[in-house]
T-cell receptor, first 114, second 114 residues
Framework: KAGVTQTPRYLIKTRGQQVTLSCSPI?????VSWYQQTPGQGLQFLFE???????NKGNFPGRFSGRQFSNSRSEMNVSTLELGDSALYLC?????????????FGPGTRLTVL | AQSVTQLDSQVPVFEEAPVELRCNYS??????LFWYVQYPNQGLQLLLK??????LVKGINGFEAEFNKSQTSFHLRKPSVHISDTAEYFC????????????FGRGTSLIVHP
């Protein structure tokens, strides 16, 4: 099976702009989670979608939003970008909904905000 | 709510030497425990996980970890490391019956020297 894919891999934006990142999960996986990874804060959970519904949300401002489509593909959007939004954004998919599930990560999108 | 502490941010070691990466967790309920590895410019990949049963868990690439409930620890070990093991290692925990979104530690950078 193909792994989790994320597009684009690299992105450069300026403050105040908005950005949309895309994630295609492993075929058959219905849960998609998004994480922000920075050197200072480590890996922080943004939100999780299952069957087009947001089920869990981390502690991020409303500028961060997401959605999931009927084919399980997911997008996240960041509006009014700030310098502190520069990070590696990781998407992960999992097949079921249990706490013991393995998360399968994509390679990430490296966002740089200038 | 659960939390994870990875006691060492960086562990340098020589090739063929043994290594232990430490992880302690805090949770008021029973947990599932994971170790993930992140190679440069890649997403995270599962090394091993503890769900139940034997407290000694064997994973990929010769790694193993031992769950110690009384010490609330889940340390990762390898008897002989290779240059190719140089990577970032993350410990993660999720609560049984609670939010199944795992909480990740800050990561430990394993640097293997020739």
């Amino acid at each position: 099976k193909a792994g989790v894919t994320q597009t684009p891999r690299y992105l450069i934006k300026t403050r105040g702009q908005q950005v949309t990142l895309s994630c295609s999960p492993i075929s058959g996986h219905r849960s998609v989670s998004w994480y922000q990874q920075t050197p200072g804060q480590g890996l922080q959970f943004l939100f999780e979608y299952f069957s087009e519904t947001q089920r869990n949300k981390g502690n991020f401002p409303g500028r961060f939003s997401g959605r999931q489509f009927s084919n399980s593909r997911s997008e996240m959007n960041v509006s009014t970008l700030e310098l502190g939004d520069s990070a590696l954004y990781l998407c992960a998919s999992s097949p079921l909904t249990g706490a013991g599930d393995t998360q399968y990560f994509g390679p990430g999108t490296r966002l740089t905000v200038l | 709510a659960q939390s994870v502490t990875q006691l060492d941010s960086q562990v340098p070691v020589f090739e063929e030497a043994p290594v232990e990466l430490r992880c302690n967790y805090s949770s008021s309920v029973s947990v599932y425990l994971f170790w993930y590895v992140q190679y440069p410019n890649q997403g995270l990949q599962l090394l091993l996980k503890y769900l139940s049963g034997s407290t000694l868990v064997k994973g990929i690439n010769g790694f193993e970890a031992e769950f110690n409930k009384s010490q609330t620890s889940f340390h990762l070990r390898k008897p002989s490391v290779h240059i190719s093991d140089t990577a970032e290692y993350f410990c993660a925990v999720s609560d049984l019956g609670g939010s199944y979104i795992p909480t990740f530690g800050r990561g430990t950078s394993l640097i293997v020297h020739p």
